[in-house]
């Protein structure tokens, strides 16, 4: 797996984050049924990005705090 710099972690942490908000703030009831769907697991994936980005990103700084 790629290693990236805390940086750009941080960098997609904060994209990710807003684009949740965005879908999160959307009203579902307007769109149709395959569109709430892929709604549904669009967010879904953004909240698994989110966690794995802000684990990696604990696991840079228990890194930084060792050495």
Known sequence: MQDFTVEEL?????ALLST???C??????KLGKSQQTLLERRIAALKVALTLI??????KEQGDKSL
Not at 10 to 14: I, K, L, T, V, Y
Not at 54 to 59: D, I, K, M
């Open 54 to 59: 802000e684990r990696e990103q604990s696991q």
């Open 10 to 14: 941080s960098e997609a942490h904060r």
């Open 20 to 22: 949740l908000h965005k």
């Open 24 to 29: 999160e703030k959307m009203d579902a009831t």
